[in-house]
């Protein structure tokens, strides 16, 4: 796993979003899960990332996946005037598209998700 300080000897990034391991929960394996507060996510916007997208608990592998499909589905549509939502909007979208399909995706970690840094 990545820490903040090899995060700090990154040159600088040219990524508009770096989505952070949500470290699957329920695999057995006991893991330090200070990272989910600000410390990576701060690496990686001193780095020269625009956004973070990381989680605030650990969530299942299945959660994340199909979270991050629908996030990829709406980072590709075009909002009004065909502009792309951002970041923060397109995790918003599948958030709630995921709640609208029912299942235990809500309930169990969909929302576990933030977005840090600029939301466009």
Same mark, same amino acid.
């Given at each position: ?5 090899? %995060?700090?000897? #990154? ?10 391991? =949500? &470290? =699957?929960?329920?695999?057995? %394996? ?13 690496? #990686?916007?001193? @780095? ?18 199909? +979270? /991050?499909?629908? /996030? ?7 909002? &009004? ?9 397109? +995790?918003?979208?599948?958030? +709630? ?13 969909? #929302? ?5 840094? @600029?939301?466009?």
């Amino acid at each position: 796993m990545i820490d903040a300080g090899e %995060v700090s000897r #990154f040159p600088r990034l040219r990524s508009s979003v770096v989505v952070l391991d =949500p &470290e =699957p929960a329920g695999d057995g %394996v006991e893991r330090d899960h200070r990272h989910a507060g600000t410390a990576l996510p701060d690496a #990686f916007l001193a @780095a020269g990332a625009r956004s973070v997208i990381a989680p605030l608990w650990p969530v299942s592998r299945e959660i994340s996946d199909a +979270l /991050f499909r629908a /996030f990829h589905e709406e980072e590709s549509r075009g909002g &009004e005037g065909s502009t792309r939502p951002g970041p923060a909007e397109s +995790l918003r979208r599948a958030q +709630l598209a995921l709640l609208d399909a029912g299942g235990d995706a809500a309930a169990s970690g969909c #929302f576990s998700f933030v977005v840090l840094g @600029a939301p466009r």
